[in-house]
């Protein structure tokens, strides 16, 4: 079993709606969770950081970590063509640590 | 702030010869800096970590001899890959770790095409 399983889709959605992106991790270490948006040829964004279980709330964007269940989901509001881009999480054990251990990434599609 | 720069963005070389990557972190010093590879859809792989004015650290399987990183500056390091063959087509990212956050920030990454 991977460290971090993330379904790489495609997921395709029409604009405005509602996307849920997701990643399980088996390594109860992980303690800080992060969500980075990388668009076609270009290198990551981060877009969330969170610790601990619970949500975090950013605009359109909020992040939700169970560790109970070893879960962690990005929730996309009205989502925009522009949101159009891969997802990767991105889990690390320290806050000490600059260690990243990548999901394999969400390509999602936001269809006008 | 915390910008990081790549160059060149894309490069197309020919079997057998080398190629250098530059990484620049534009706004601030970065002790540690981290080099990347990333297949088509695929997740990003770690190939080495750098520390200023130190040897890098290469994960294991990758060729310290073919992937030669320098981190001669706070602000800079490279990524040479030695007579490049076509199987190191790739697309290679850096990314400048800001010491007081353990935050990675990401360049926006070069794509090697070896012809």
């Known amino acids: 079993q991977k460290e971090v399983e993330q379904d790489p889709g495609p997921l395709s959605v029409p604009e405005g709606a509602i996307v849920s992106l997701n990643c399980t991790y088996s390594?109860?270490?992980?303690?800080?969770f992060m969500w980075y948006r990388q668009y076609s040829r270009k290198g990551p964004e981060l877009l969330m950081y969170t610790y601990s279980s619970g949500n975090k709330e950013d605009g359109r964007f909020t992040a939700q970590v169970d560790k109970s269940s070893k879960y962690i989901s990005l929730f996309i509001r009205d989502s925009q063509p522009s949101d159009s881009a891969t997802y990767l999480c991105a889990l690390k054990t320290g806050a000490g640590s600059y260690q990243l251990t990548f999901g394999k990434g969400t390509k999602l599609s936001v269809i006008p | 702030g915390a910008v990081v720069s790549q160059h060149p963005s894309w490069v197309i070389c020919k079997s057998g010869t080398s190629v250098k990557i530059e990484c620049r972190s534009l706004?601030?010093?970065?002790?540690?800096m981290f080099w990347y590879r990333q297949f088509p859809k695929q997740s990003l792989m770690l190939m080495a970590t750098s520390n200023e004015g130190s040897k890098a650290t290469y994960e294991q399987g990758v060729e310290k001899d073919k992937f030669l990183i320098n981190h001669a500056s706070l602000t800079l390091s490279t990524l040479t890959v030695t007579s490049a063959h076509p199987e190191d087509s790739s697309f290679y990212i850096c990314?400048?770790?800001?010491?007081?956050?353990?935050?990675?920030?990401f360049g926006p990454g070069t794509r090697l095409t070896v012809t």
């Open positions: 390594n109860s270490a992980f303690q800080y």
């Open positions: 990314s400048a770790g800001s010491p007081g956050s353990y935050e990675q920030y």
């Open positions: 706004d601030f010093q970065a002790t540690t």
